[in-house]
Nanobody, 125 residues
Framework: VQLVESGGGLVQAVGSLRLSCTASGLDFSGATIAWFRQALGKEREAVACIAWHGDSYDYADAAKGRFTASRDNAERTLYLQMTSLKPEDTAMYYC???????????????????WGQGTQVTVSS
């Protein structure tokens, strides 16, 4: 399984970015794909996830109303559209895959066996 993120960069506060995560070698029917982020000096946290089979989504409180996860089945890609970005959104963003059929951002990170290399998002004030 290979996950490749892209789309990070430097953006001013209140701006937008769209991250992409393209997966290969993964059976999507039984998978949950999630976006995580880790800021310097902070613990990694889940931002959003999607259970591919049931098309269910979950978002962290910090993401609700600003971030939207979506997918393209044909392209095997998960997107994270981020709007109204804040400096505190600055972090390395990772996508990860788990063999789960339920999506819960508060679930255990240890369930995620496959990780991408990350893409840096920097929001300037």
């Amino acid at each position: 399984v290979q996950l490749v993120e892209s789309g990070g960069g430097l953006v001013q506060a209140v701006g937008s970015l769209r991250l992409s995560c393209t997966a290969s070698g993964l059976d999507f029917s039984g998978a949950t794909i999630a976006w995580f982020r880790q800021a310097l000096g902070k613990e990694r946290e889940a931002v959003a996830c999607i259970a591919w089979h049931g098309d269910s989504y979950d978002y962290a409180d910090a993401a609700k109303g600003r971030f939207t996860a979506s997918r393209d089945n044909a392209e095997r890609t998960l997107y994270l559209q981020m709007t109204s970005l804040k400096p505190e959104d600055t972090a390395m963003y990772y996508c990860a895959a788990a063999i789960l059929t339920v999506c819960n951002v508060k679930g255990s990170q240890s369930s995620y066996n496959f990780w991408g290399q990350g893409t840096q998002v920097t929001v300037s004030s």
